[in-house]
């Protein structure tokens, strides 16, 4: 606090103030005292408010400094959070709430300034929409909003000239720079004139050479008009070609297709351009304007601080939000009707971006093939030049080939020749450092001769007044011919001069006239865009009132018909239900057997009394199983221990017969005897 308070004082005792305060004085001010003082800072920004606050209801006072400070987007500090007790110590001239409004205000002086200046002319008053209805308060909003905008274009280009670096007084110093050359030039000129009157015949070689330098002016002229005609020769060609290739292609196109063919590729030609025409290129240029028109409003705005830029952001936020939730809450209340139309959405929005992508990627292709067909004509033209040229045949080809021989013996004989002089070089080079060695060792036994014989630097100084002599003889040429070609110089910018005033007399007359038609011209346009803007607001307003009576029309004839289908397809089960009774009665009530037993409850008894007997056979099926169940299972082992042993005979033969094969056993007085 005590650094804001020493802030304060040290600014209200600089210029313009000059209040002679010290940190007690300050201190001990009363509240009208420091209300007077806020009223004249705010006065030093704002001229208007430079007001002696006696004079004045202490509301009023309130009212005047709450609007500026509202203007300049002053925000109270976060201790007084309450606007309404920021309101009554503004009033009652509370240091709480004075000290940091001036602590604010004298930080940043200029700024506020500059905003307070702006303010007069940027503030909008708000005009009520019912008088708006009016044509003449109309009229006279539209070129209270034109001024605001004229008013902000200028604003802005005269910021940029003070930042542009071009002074008033770098100016001055430049004329004054230019006017010092100028007087220069022309005494060079008068003096140039005297050494020229002093040779024989200077009229008649000052005639020859002016006339020698207007027939280089027209020379060059001529040279760039042969240029320029040239350059639109060769143009006017590739045109002619591009036209001949054209028609070519249309002839190959008229033959090869057939009138229907033509007709179609026309249709659809004319539907992509208007396709672009209406649909692509509006909407382009719609985004376009938009973008340019915010940006041309940001530019208009006043340079925000980051306190605003936050403020603004929460804003943002909280709009965003609330925006969601309205969405929210559109969505339940038509979701049944936008449910039924949500997947034709989709397939329109989905093939409107598949146009667009489409037209985009043709476009891309035109282009392409244009340059396609330009680098074709590129290459057509250097192949007519490659024809003009005839190639060698037989003989002359022969005598090409023995040329190139003859010419190829003599590169390397050149070759040979450039070793030699490589070679050469070299030794010249080497025996160029042995000299300047030697030169050196020469140079000190002379320094050191002229060191004993007491004139040391002799050769040296001697070796300076030659060059410098040589130099001064160069720049004296040089300087004379620098006059010459400055007196030249200047004669031709008079001649340019008075050549181009005579050729612009014409077109700045002519020019005048135009810009009187066009004052004109703008004048109507202006009364012609009011009509046209009135009635275009008319027509929208109109026109928005129509499209919700017909969107809501659409809404409820959209549930209407969804209600008629269904009430149609419960009316439909309901008949096909009622014929299927009235059919099963009365074939239920027939005498005729066949009849009754295409009944359904003819059907369904014959079904149940199948399935019933079908059950019972199946369940004394189930009862024999149950008894015979023990002695099948009897049985089954038995055959199981058959089959055992059937298999053990049969590997027990299978095993003697081959013992059998192998060898004889024979047992003789209780032994065992193999025989093989």
């Known amino acids: 606090m005590s650094d804001q308070i020493q802030f304060i004082v040290e600014k209200l005792n600089q210029e313009p103030f000059r209040k002679n305060y010290n940190l007690i004085t300050f201190d001990s001010l009363e509240s009208v005292q420091l209300l007077q003082l806020l009223s004249d800072v705010l006065g030093e920004i704002d001229p208007k408010h430079a ?16 609007g500026l400070l509202g203007i300049l987007k002053y925000k109270p500090p976060g201790s007084i ?57 109309a009229d006279v909003n539209k070129q209270y909003e034109e001024l605001m905008e004229a008013f902000k274009n200028l604003h802005k280009e005269c910021e940029q000239l003070k930042t542009s670096g071009l002074s008033t007084a770098e100016i001055r110093r430049d004329i004054s720079a230019m006017e010092e050359e100028k007087d220069q030039l022309v005494k060079r000129v008068e003096r140039l004139k005297k050494r020229v009157e002093t040779v024989q015949n200077h009229q008649r070689m000052l005639e020859i050479a002016r ?19 040239k350059n639109q020769l060769f143009h006017a060609e590739q045109r002619l070609q591009r036209a001949q290739l054209q028609l070519k292609e249309m002839h190959h196109a008229v033959v090869d297709s057939k009138p229907e063919s033509l007709m179609k590729k026309l249709e659809e030609e004319i539907n992509f351009n208007s396709y672009l025409v209406t649909e692509k ?3 382009e240029l719609e985004s376009k304007k938009n973008s340019a028109f915010y940006l041309q409003k940001v530019v208009a705005e006043p340079a925000m601080s980051q306190s605003d830029l936050n403020v603004l952001e929460i804003k943002i936020s909280e709009v965003n939000a609330e925006i969601n939730q309205l969405v929210e809450k559109r969505m339940m209340k038509y979701e049944p009707i936008d449910s039924k139309f949500s997947m034709y959405r989709q397939q329109a929005s989905i093939i409107s971006r598949k146009k667009e992508a489409k037209a985009e990627e043709l476009q891309a292709a035109k282009e392409e093939m244009s340059s396609t067909e330009r680098q074709m004509l590129q290459k057509t033209d250097q192949a007519h030049k490659l024809e003009d040229s005839e190639v060698p045949k037989g003989d002359e080809f022969k005598q090409y080939v023995n040329k190139l021989q ?88 008079n001649a340019m001069v008075a050549e181009k005033k005579s050729n612009l007399a014409p077109v700045i007359k002519e020019l005048r006239q135009l810009r009187q038609k066009c004052q004109e011209l703008t004048q109507e346009c202006d009364e012609k865009k009011i009509q046209y803007d009135s009635c275009a607001a008319g027509l929208e307003s109109n026109r928005s009132a129509l499209e919700q009576e017909v969107k809501g029309l659409l809404e409820e004839c959209a549930q209407e018909e969804s209600n008629y289908h269904y009430i149609n397809c419960m009316k439909r089960n309901l008949e096909i239900q009622l014929q299927r009774a009235k059919e099963e009665v009365k074939a239920y009530i027939s005498p005729d057997p066949q009849e009754r037993r295409k009944a359904i409850r003819e059907q369904y008894t014959r079904m149940i009394l199948e399935q019933e007997n079908l059950g019972k056979k199946l369940r004394e099926k189930q009862k024999v199983v149950r008894e015979s169940h023990g002695p099948n299972m009897k049985q089954m082992k038995m055959w199981q221990d058959f089959e055992q042993l059937m298999e053990c005979k049969r590997e027990c033969f299978l095993r003697q017969q081959n013992q059998t094969a192998i060898g004889q056993v024979i047992q003789e007085g209780g032994k065992d005897r193999l025989v093989l």
């Open 51 to 66: 007001v002696d606050i006696r004079e004045e209801l202490p509301e009023q006072t309130a009212k005047r400094m709450l």
């Open 81 to 137: 959070s309450d606007l309404s007790a920021f309101r009554q110590g503004l009033v009652t001239g509370s240091k709480p709430v004075i000290h940091p409004v001036l602590h604010w205000l004298l930080q940043r002086t200029n700024e506020l300034k500059k905003r307070a200046y702006l303010a007069r002319f940027l503030v909008k008053l708000e005009v009520p929409a019912e008088f708006l209805q009016d044509d003449t308060v």
């Open 211 to 229: 006339q020698l330098r207007l027939e280089k002016e027209r020379e060059e002229s001529l040279t760039q008009q042969k240029q320029e005609q």
């Open 281 to 283: 290129m509006p909407r």
């Open 406 to 493: 003859s010419k190829n013996t003599l590169y390397k004989k050149k070759r040979l020749e450039i070793a030699e002089i490589t070679a050469e070089y070299g030794i010249l080079q080497r025996t160029e450092e042995l000299l300047k060695q030697r030169h050196e060792a020469l140079q000190q036994q002379l320094q050191a001769i002229e060191d004993k014989k007491g004139i040391s630097g002799y050769s040296y100084t001697q070796e300076e007044l030659e060059r410098v002599s040589a130099v001064k003889s160069e720049i004296d040429e040089m300087k004379g011919r620098t006059l010459d070609n400055m007196s030249e110089m200047v004669k031709k910018l």
